[in-house]
């Protein structure tokens, strides 16, 4: 199966790389001190989304470098992430109907992990744009969805597993992830809630046990429908239009030829 984006050796390092700068980015405050006045996500996340660009560019360039993709590449990325882009808002504000993450799941499945992280990336970019969703949480919901949509790419079987079978195995991926994207963008902003729910919310002076308490209340009591409503959305959208999707990503993928190398032969006399 073609793929548009092969890891190689620098693309893995890469991302690796934006991959560990995310977790870190989640996770820093609850690594700073009680006495810290840390408060929003309003001063990290331009220097977040910044260093995330930087990363991503270099996604790309190690992509091209090692598996010469092309301009047909990048058309399609821009397709898919258009077409992402235009569906968030049908279901926007409505109980987690967001169909836009069944299309991530079979565009990381077809064409691999490297193109999905970028694809997944850029077309919550593209979307928050569209939306007006631009705000300090949306580098945090590019990397969550490059990170929803990589693992797409990621599933076992992509050359021998076809048909209902694919398409169980992906909705099934789809289900878990939707509630595990819900929970990061959790984790991004649960530190920060203060005194605005404090039996629930992030106690700095509190043990890790305690904490891993209360925001499991906090998932449970404020997006557990929203989360449920987008695995539910993912799995029918991918179980009933997702073989005829792959199979036409998969032959758009043939067409392009992404990574066949042009070649020039001398005519004969």
Request: charge should be positive; hydrophobic fraction near 55%; proline fraction near 7%.
């Amino acid at each position: 199966m073609t793929r548009a984006v092969r890891l190689g050796p620098r693309s893995l390092l890469t991302l690796a790389l934006v991959s560990a700068v995310g977790v870190v980015a989640f996770g820093w405050p609850f690594l700073a001190p009680p006495t810290s006045q840390v408060g929003t996500h309003t001063q990290d996340a331009p220097w977040l989304f910044a260093g995330l660009l930087v990363l991503l560019v270099a996604v790309v360039a190690a992509a091209i470098a090692e598996s010469g993709l092309g301009p047909k590449a990048v058309a399609m990325l821009g397709v898919l992430a258009a077409t992402g882009a235009a569906l968030r808002p049908i279901g926007a504000g409505t109980a987690g109907i967001e169909p836009m993450f069944f299309l991530m799941v079979l565009s990381g499945r077809v064409l691999g992990p490297g193109f999905g992280f970028v694809l997944g990336n850029v077309t919550m970019f593209a979307s928050a744009l569209l939306t007006g969703g631009v705000g300090p949480w949306m580098p945090f919901q590019m990397l969550a969805m490059g990170w929803f949509t990589m693992g797409a790419g990621l599933l076992p079987g992509p050359e021998r597993t076809r048909g209902r079978t694919e398409a169980r195995l992906l909705a099934a991926y789809g289900f878990l992830a939707a509630f595990a994207y819900g929970t990061a963008m959790n984790m991004a902003g649960w530190p920060f809630m203060g005194a605005l729910a404090s039996n629930i919310a992030f106690d700095p002076h509190a043990g890790v046990p305690a904490n891993l308490a209360r925001f499991v209340t906090y998932c449970l009591a404020t997006s557990l429908g929203w989360d449920l409503g987008r695995a539910l959305v993912t799995v029918v959208l991918t179980l009933t239009l997702g073989p005829a999707l792959l199979r036409a990503l998969r032959r758009a993928t043939r067409r392009a030829a992404f990574e066949a190398q042009v070649t020039f032969e001398a005519p004969q006399r």
